[in-house]
């Protein structure tokens, strides 16, 4: 069996003096906390110095479409594309927004306010990432409507399939299933939080109509809040950018700068070979470790499962590697309600039935701090003993 290193208290944790066996194990959340070492030793490198008198307008860049835009922050961000090789930046607009969060219901709103009827049916492969079926719901849009799971789907009319690759919760590589190519009304937003080396193959430059990243899931600063679309459309490119002028009247600048100096220092990292100082190796060691060692756990089980991912080779690396997906879609032979299971043992997960799928799957979120997941490992390790 896999050697578990005595997890330490986590330190999410704010009382000290509750034992270890009592603490919670929160993954139900993708908070990727896992990267902050790495930035840690990083030290100033990617400090930035913002003055009382720096960036008080609201208005960035009032030749672009995107108005709000730091241009700044749009070079960053097509030079770490070119970097990495993982999608098209030529010939689009770049919207960026306050996580991908609302750039994805910004794109929802875009596509269905030019559509010829509303309203314009939503719809996602199960397993899907939950937020879409808030995102879609929330407001009460009558403009859209969210019809959940992609397979099977076969109402007329206008429809947005969202494609989610890597997919989040189960890490497989999507594509469309609704597919209906003679069909001017079929519309697709591809998500592509987890298309980055550390997680997976890069296989192709993606050159799609709408391409959602978030800075959160590459480097860790979720906290910083930006994502940005790639969109090819210039009618679709100016109703998300009203849509967020509606929603913020732009994007915060402190975090599109503190961004750009981190996406500037990403792109410097990729040129070195060393794996303390490239990221994407860095990470892409730091999950092969953590996948390792869960395979090894539940490999010892009779009760668990987890999805095997193939190999594919890696246009970044040069060569053919594995995924390490940032959540563990991991499922149980037994007939049990597997989050119900785990919350017994103090371990909070998403139910894969808010994802669209069944009881006796449960996502995993393989990005917290290393003492959580070791705790986590070690929970997993005794459940399937008793
Ligand atoms: N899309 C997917 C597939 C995600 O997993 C997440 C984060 N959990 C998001 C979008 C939202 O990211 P952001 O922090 O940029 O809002």
Redesign the pocket.
């Known amino acids: 069996m896999v050697k578990l290193e005595n997890p330490k208290k986590p330190e999410n944790v704010s009382n000290k003096n509750i034992p270890l066996s009592d603490f919670i194990v929160n993954l139900d959340h ?1 908070d990727p906390t896992a990267y902050e070492e790495y930035w840690r030793k990083m030290g100033d490198r990617c400090t930035v110095t913002i003055r009382g008198c720096d960036l008080m307008s609201y208005f960035s860049d009032m030749i672009n479409l995107c108005w709000f835009l730091e241009p700044e922050l749009e070079d960053a961000i097509k030079n770490l594309h070119v970097a990495v090789g993982n999608a098209a930046t030529e010939d689009r607009y770049i919207v960026v927004g306050t ?3 609302q750039l ?1 219901q910004a794109a929802i709103h875009a596509l269905a306010s030019l559509a010829r009827t509303n309203p314009v049916s939503v719809v996602a492969a199960a397993p899907f ?1 939950s ?1 879409y079926v808030e995102e879609t719901t929330y407001v009460r849009s009558g403009m859209y409507k969210w019809e959940g799971d992609a397979w099977g789907f076969d109402k007329k009319g206008p429809y947005i399939e969202l494609v ?1 690759s890597p997919n ?1 919760p189960d890490g497989t590589i999507r594509e469309t299933v609704v597919n209906r190519p003679d069909d001017d009304e079929a519309k697709v937003i591809h ?1 592509f ?1 987890y298309y980055w080396p550390h997680y997976t193959p890069i296989t192709r430059r993606q050159d799609h109509d709408i391409m959602l990243f ?1 800075f ?2 590459i480097t860790g600063h ?1 906290g910083t ?1 930006i ?1 940005w679309a790639l969109v090819k459309d210039k009618e679709v490119a100016k109703k998300m950018v009203e849509y967020i002028t509606v929603n913020s009247i732009g994007v915060s600048k402190e975090s599109q700068v503190r961004t750009t100096k981190i996406l500037q220092v990403l792109t410097e990292t990729c040129k070195s070979e060393s794996e303390s100082e490239n990221f994407f190796k860095y990470g892409r060691a730091m999950m092969k470790d953590r996948w390792g060692k869960l395979r090894e756990v539940v490999k010892e089980s009779a009760d668990f499962t987890l999805t095997k991912y193939p190999e594919a080779y890696c246009n970044y690396f040069g060569k053919s590697l594995e995924s390490y997906p940032a959540f563990a879609w991991l499922g149980t032979k037994e007939e049990t309600d597997l989050v119900s299971e785990l919350r017994r043992h103090k371990v909070l997960c998403r139910a894969g039935e808010r994802c669209g799928s069944d009881k006796k799957h449960v996502r995993v979120s393989m990005l917290s701090r290393e003492d959580v997941f070791n705790a986590f490992l070690e929970r997993l390790a005794n459940m399937k003993a008793h």
């Open positions: 993708g996580g991908s969060t994805c990432y937020t989610t989040n998500d939080a978030t959160s899931k979720a809040r994502g």
